[in-house]
């Protein structure tokens, strides 16, 4: 079993910027991918970007300039660096866990870009 808990949303004014983090915990063996996903009201659910456990990032185009993902395997912790954050940000932010064997999602975690 593993578990996610993800943590640094909340309220932030158009141009600032917020922290996501997510740390999986748990039986967590061999090959994973952590990444991050988002949803927006009434759209579908979009990847936003992953990075597997040696550092290889994909970062959706979008999003690429504003949105940096890292991750720090000794915490098993994954983090979104967002900036420049557009009212169309607006969303609520899932952590994904993915191995060749299983995949597992978090609570996700408000973000509302507003003035």
């Known amino acids: 079993q593993v578990q996610l808990v993800e943590s640094g949303g909340g309220l932030v004014q158009p141009g600032g910027s917020l922290r996501l983090s997510c740390a999986a915990s748990?039986?967590?063996?061999?090959?994973?991918?952590m990444g991050w996903y988002r949803q927006a009201p009434g759209k579908q659910r979009e990847m936003v970007a992953s990075i597997s456990m040696d550092g290889l990032r994909n970062t959706a185009d979008s999003m690429k300039g504003r949105f940096a993902i890292s991750r720090d395997n000794s915490k098993n912790t994954i983090y979104l660096q967002m900036a420049s954050l557009r009212p169309e940000d607006t969303a609520v932010y899932y952590c994904?866990?993915?191995?060749?064997?299983?995949?597992?999602w978090g609570q996700g975690t408000q973000v509302t870009v507003s003035s």
């Open positions: 748990g039986s967590i063996v061999g090959l994973n991918i």
């Open positions: 994904n866990f993915w191995t060749p064997r299983f995949e597992i």
